[in-house]
């Protein structure tokens, strides 16, 4: 079975700061990927990154940056100086495609509410 | 360039009616997903589509069925709405578990 877990529900910021969001997974794949997505006010969902199992090289871009640790099932997100704009719901998402059958599965975890407070 | 194309955006519908999700994609992926958004629940699975004309059970089933005709529809149907039905509702598409998956703009459906 696969779960994500966000533990942090909501964070609140003052701009310009750090903030780390968390993301831990579970799955009994040994190939899979992790996807951050981030849900502005307006309600769409968007893509922002995507990390293979087998690759644990860390991502810098602008001010986002991704620390994934397969020793810790970890795929954590930090943004650097926030600003206002990053004010969203973030959501860390686990797919595979499991070698024991079955669809493509996707499962999100709960979501990470951040505030970014000018 | 559509994407994912959901309608209606908006509905609200008295306890015990019924009606039609509609999501449309120009994108020709193989796999579609209907999920509902609660506050705090994250993204739940209602329903996938491997390819036309398959279908299965997601995490939260009950109170729904889907169609998926053609390659490029998939539609949710609640045949008689529960207030527990409220909630906003995605239709994603997917080519391979290696991608992202693309995301209509949602329907808030509320039931009362």
């Known amino acids: 079975a696969q779960k994500v877990t966000q533990a942090q529900t909501e964070i609140s910021v003052v701009e310009k700061e750090d903030v780390t969001l968390d993301c831990v997974y579970e799955t009994r794949d040994t190939t899979y990927y992790l996807f951050w997505y981030k849900q502005p006010p307006s309600g769409e969902l968007v893509f922002l990154i995507r990390r293979n199992s087998f690759d644990e090289q860390n991502e810098i871009s602008g001010r986002y940056s991704w620390n994934f640790q397969k020793s810790t099932s970890s795929f954590n997100f930090t943004i650097t100086a926030s600003q206002v704009v990053d004010s969203a719901v973030y959501f860390c998402a686990l797919s595979a495609f499991p070698v024991s059958g079955g669809y493509q599965k996707v499962t999100f975890g709960t979501g990470t509410k951040l505030q970014v407070i000018p | 360039n559509a994407g994912v194309t959901q309608t209606p955006k908006f509905q609200v519908l008295k306890t015990g009616q019924s009606m039609t999700l509609q999501c449309a994609q120009d994108m020709n992926h193989n796999s579609m997903y209907w999920y509902r958004q609660d506050p705090g629940m994250g993204l739940r699975l209602i329903y996938y589509?491997?390819?036309?004309?398959?279908?299965d059970k997601g995490e939260v089933p009950n109170g729904y069925n889907v169609s998926r005709l053609n390659k490029r529809e998939f539609s949710l149907r609640l045949e008689s709405a529960a207030p527990s039905q409220t909630s906003v509702y995605f239709c994603?598409?997917?080519?391979?578990?290696?991608?992202?998956?693309?995301f209509g703009d949602g329907t808030r459906l509320s039931i009362l």
């Open positions: 994603a598409t997917l080519y391979y578990s290696n991608q992202p998956q693309h």
């Open positions: 589509s491997a390819s036309e004309g398959t279908t």
